[in-house]
């Protein structure tokens, strides 16, 4: 757990100082100003659907998020999804699981205008994010051999309940297409930061991180209107 504070706090210091270099560079070069303020976008993930669409697990995904621009170098994103799983495994155990998941942090734009470019709302975006889903989940058909006086038993978790926490290191490029209509990917590397489950089995799949291991890799493809 401390080696992962230490990237997580290591990775943020790297982005912000690394942005507010780009940002007092700016000025000394005397680029056009940009207000501060440069509106929101909403972006809708449309990779999650079609994914879920053509799993074999019957999965279940959909996730939007808002985007606030702060001088076209800064920006903060909440994000909010939801998410589930119906499997079954080789061994007919059935696990299910489903619930709301949310992530926030900030994107830092690493295109720098060129004074003698044409201005373009075009974004390299580097960012991190925090994500925390609270969520139910069923692991049934669980078959226990007793090998010493023969038989089967089966044992059956209904509604349990789990706490996630993780962290992620957000890359990705958004393209305007059309007037503020803009399409765009990421990808993210996803590591769990905290765990909280009293229960007797883990979850097999966490809501908005994926299966449950140390870290993971998720990718999104969005459309996006800016206001």
Request: proline share 3%.
């Amino acid at each position: 757990m401390l080696k992962i504070c230490k990237y997580f706090i290591i990775s943020f210091l790297i982005f912000f100082f690394g942005y507010i270099n780009v940002f007092s560079q700016n000025k000394k070069e005397n680029l056009p100003k940009i207000k501060w303020w440069n509106g929101i976008m909403l972006n809708f993930d449309v990779f999650s659907p079609i994914q879920s669409s053509l799993s074999s697990s019957q999965n279940f995904s959909a996730v939007g998020n808002v985007q606030i621009n702060l001088k076209d170098i800064f920006l903060p994103v909440y994000e909010i999804g939801i998410d589930g799983i119906n499997k079954t495994s080789s061994q007919e155990i059935y696990y299910k699981a489903n619930g709301i998941y949310q992530r926030a942090g900030i994107d830092f734009n690493l295109l720098r205008q060129k004074k003698e470019a044409e201005p373009n709302n075009n974004k390299l975006l580097g960012g991190i994010r925090v994500g925390w889903s609270n969520f139910k989940y069923d692991v049934t058909n669980i078959t226990i051999t007793n090998d010493y006086w023969g038989g089967e038993s089966i044992l059956n978790y209904e509604r349990q309940s789990a706490s996630k926490v993780w962290y992620e290191i957000v890359f990705g490029i958004q393209v305007e297409v059309f007037k503020n209509v803009y399409l765009g990917w990421n990808i993210r590397s996803k590591n769990l930061f905290k765990q909280n489950t009293s229960t007797e089995v883990s979850p097999w799949y966490i809501p908005g991180f994926g299966k449950n291991n140390t870290s993971n890799v998720g990718f999104n493809y969005t459309v996006g209107y800016h206001f």
